[in-house]
């Protein structure tokens, strides 16, 4: 029989954790599999922590890392699957969008296909703004037409992933993790499983403007070169731009039919334009350089303060 993990991390969830280990519980106790949940607390301000500890000490099935402060998300996800030694884990959200009581039917899904990655496809979101909605369809888009992966459309890191996928993402040494990416590009068999995503029970979301646009731009940057390759063109457009630009005023000059001397609309215009090219293009290559930067210098992803019942 394979053993089973769900990975759920959380930071400040103290509004759901309760409602998430009962719904999660109540399922596992329906499969036949050894189980075991890995809550990974992000750094949490709130009960979370407490929470938590509550629950591993009457559950041993329960394992907790805590973090020494918030890493993200994606960190979270990360050390779930490093601390994991099950066959199979799945990974899903504490608020409970991702539904648990779906895990049944993946896993059948997951065994009639002998997949290595089932992955969940939203057919429809609930209780997300429409801006929410839209961006993240235009990210999606975006990240597929721009990288050298195809992404399966609408996927979040909901996901059931087996002990091959594991082993071969423990090996990934770079710090920012875009996982639903890192996963589809491990490889193997992966086939999708289409559901609806539901509202989030309490609380509210973790993921601010600000974090989602550095979720997204991450994601674009790790995994494209193509922004690169844009700042390049735009680059020789501006040449071309410049050398007609150049034709015309030395033939205008030549034979008169452009009053070069009043020439201060053309001027400014050329330097704000080359000048906004050069910014451009300079800002795109100090940003993979940054890129650089964070990934040499090597630091850990996370840093762990405490473990429950991992028994090491
Ligand atoms: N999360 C986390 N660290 C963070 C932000 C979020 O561990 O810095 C967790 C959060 O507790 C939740 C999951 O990641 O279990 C997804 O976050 P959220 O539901 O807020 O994102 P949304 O579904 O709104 O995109
Ligand atoms: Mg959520």
Redesign the pocket.
């Known amino acids: 029989m394979k053993k089973l993990a769900l990975i759920?991390?959380?930071?400040n969830?103290e509004m759901v954790i309760a409602e998430a280990y009962r719904r999660t519980k109540a399922v596992l106790d329906t499969i036949q599999n050894p189980t075991e949940i890995i809550f990974?607390n992000?750094g949490s301000r709130d009960k979370t922590r407490e929470l938590l500890e509550e629950i591993a000490k009457k559950d041993a099935e329960v394992k907790v890392i805590h973090f020494s402060r918030?890493f993200?998300?994606q960190p979270?996800v990360t050390a779930g699957i490093h601390h994991c030694d099950a066959d199979l884990a799945i990974i899903l959200?504490?608020?409970m969008?991702d539904p648990p009581e779906l895990i049944p039917d993946i896993l059948a899904l997951q065994e009639q296909e002998e997949a290595n990655v089932v992955y969940c496809v939203r057919k429809s979101r609930a209780g997300e703004s429409r801006f929410k909605l839209l961006t993240a369809k235009m990210f999606y888009r975006t990240m597929n037409s721009m990288s050298e992966v195809d992404f399966p459309l609408d996927t979040g890191d909901f996901r059931l992933i087996d002990r091959k996928v594991m082993d071969e993402f423990d090996r990934l040494k770079e710090k920012g993790k875009y996982i639903r990416g890192l996963i589809s590009w491990v490889g193997f068999k992966q086939v999708p499983f289409y559901y609806e995503r539901e509202a989030?029970i309490a609380g509210e979301?973790?993921?601010p403007l600000s974090k989602m646009f550095s979720f997204a731009s991450n994601a674009l940057l790790y995994f494209s070169k193509r922004p690169l390759k844009l700042a390049l063109g735009l680059g020789f457009v501006a040449v071309v731009v410049g050398i007609i630009l150049a034709v015309w005023f030395t033939l205008g000059k030549i034979y008169g039919f452009s009053n070069a001397e009043s020439g201060w609309t053309s001027i400014m215009f050329t330097i704000i334009f080359f000048g906004g090219v050069q910014l451009i293009t300079v800002g795109v290559l100090g940003t993979y350089i940054g890129i650089l930067f964070d990934e040499i210098k090597a630091r850990p992803e996370y840093i762990v303060d405490e473990k429950r019942n991992f028994n090491e």
């Open positions: 759920i991390p959380c930071y969830e990974i992000d918030n993200g998300h979270a959200d504490a608020d969008q989030r979301t973790k993921y």
